[in-house]
């Protein structure tokens, strides 16, 4: 199995390098951003098992970013990390999505078990064969059948295909080219645009703001991932 993936959001060069090496020596994946807008992009783009967070962060806090990772319906498990230890900070953190909160200066052994804690309760990625549900959409593949709130979504073939390939490569960065190989195939040769025009079609039907999409995201550059 792959290492677990945490991202560490965090300011202070020494603890960032005391964790980085320490969750390394543990088996982890560990990745860092040095600011609150950073570290939004990469958790956003990126997909990640865990996130450490700062609470006093550069450009953009802690709470801030949880808040706008839990507003896009990315739901990766956070444990909050700061100086501060007052009630009313720990109460603000776990009210804006947090898992967990660690008070500064912590205890490395501490710290550590409440990681693998948090990673134990991740759940299983579904059978492919079984399906998925998030936001009030349900996707049954064997039926290759979509509902939103009970209510039947009247999908294409084609557009069932391309929510079953994201859903399945959930948290992952799609490329344009990817999609065109895997969804229409190499023999089938549309044009790029074919991508961006069956996505803002799945947007219309899936998204509870298709302007503002929470769960079929756009990497600039790149292409799309499923945050959902």
Not at 91 to 114: C, N, W
Not at 141 to 158: C, D, H, N, V, W
Not at 176 to 181: A, G, P
Request: charged fraction near 30%; aromatic fraction near 8%.
């Amino acid at each position: 199995m792959s290492a677990k993936r945490i991202l560490l959001v965090e300011d202070e060069p020494g603890i960032v390098l005391t964790l980085s090496d320490r969750l390394s020596r543990e088996g982890y994946s560990v990745d860092s951003a040095a600011d609150g807008e950073s570290g939004l992009e990469r958790a956003t783009r990126d997909a990640f098992d865990l996130l450490l967070l700062d609470v006093m962060l550069p450009r953009m806090s802690g709470f801030d970013v949880c808040r706008e990772l839990r507003k896009r319906g990315i739901e990766t498990p956070v444990i909050m990390l700061t100086a501060r230890g007052q009630v009313v900070d720990k109460v603000v953190g776990l009210k804006l999505g947090a898992d967990d909160y660690v008070t500064k200066p912590f205890d490395m052994s501490e710290l550590l078990a409440r990681v693998e804690a948090h990673l134990r309760r991740l759940p299983p990625a579904p059978h492919p064969s079984e399906g998925y549900a998030f936001g009030g959409v349900r996707v049954d593949f064997r039926k290759a059948e979509a509902t939103r709130e009970g209510q039947p979504i009247e999908l294409s073939a084609r557009e069932f295909q391309l929510l079953r390939y994201f859903l399945e490569h959930r948290g992952a960065t799609l490329t344009r080219e990817e999609l065109l190989n895997e969804v229409w195939g190499y023999n089938s040769m549309p044009s790029t645009r074919t991508v961006d025009v069956h996505v803002a079609w799945l947007r219309q039907k899936i998204e509870p703001n298709p302007r503002h999409p929470q769960f079929i995201l756009t990497v600039h550059g790149m292409g799309y991932k499923f945050a959902g």
